[in-house]
């Protein structure tokens, strides 16, 4: 599976930003889609995931209530909808796969695909 991450961009605090992941190469709906991030200096961390059909969520607590997962998969694409952006929020946004049904992995290295990520910066 390939995948493309786009939608960044610079923002001020308070803002929103929707992120998209095109995916393409084995079926889409298989696996579970997942958002990461990861700030200059600081290790790649988990920000979201969505299960094969959408119908479960899981977000890192510094997220919750901001941000929102959604799917397409008709589309091949997954969607990380961001809102009430804080400074804190500014890295690289990176999408990737998983197998498996569960949504509450959140360590990067159960994860693969990973392309390009897309970068976030949000002004104070």
């Not at 990861?38 to 299960?51: D, L, T, W, Y």
């Not at 500014?90 to 990067?108: I, N």
């Amino acid at each position: 599976v390939q995948l493309q991450a786009s939608g960044g961009g610079l923002v001020q605090a308070g803002d929103s930003l929707r992120l998209s992941c095109a995916a393409s190469g084995r079926a889409f709906s298989s696996y579970v889609m997942g958002w990461f991030r990861q700030a200059p200096g600081k290790e790649r961390e988990f920000v979201a995931a969505i299960s094969r059909y959408g119908g479960s969520t899981h977000y890192a607590d510094s997220v919750k209530g901001r941000f929102a997962i959604s799917r397409d998969n008709a589309k091949n694409t997954v969607h990380l909808q961001m809102n009430s952006l804080k400074p804190e929020d500014t890295a690289v946004y990176y999408c990737a796969v998983r197998d498996g049904s569960s949504v509450l992995v959140t360590y990067k290295d159960d994860y693969f695909g990973w392309g390009q990520g897309t970068q976030v910066t949000v002004s104070s």
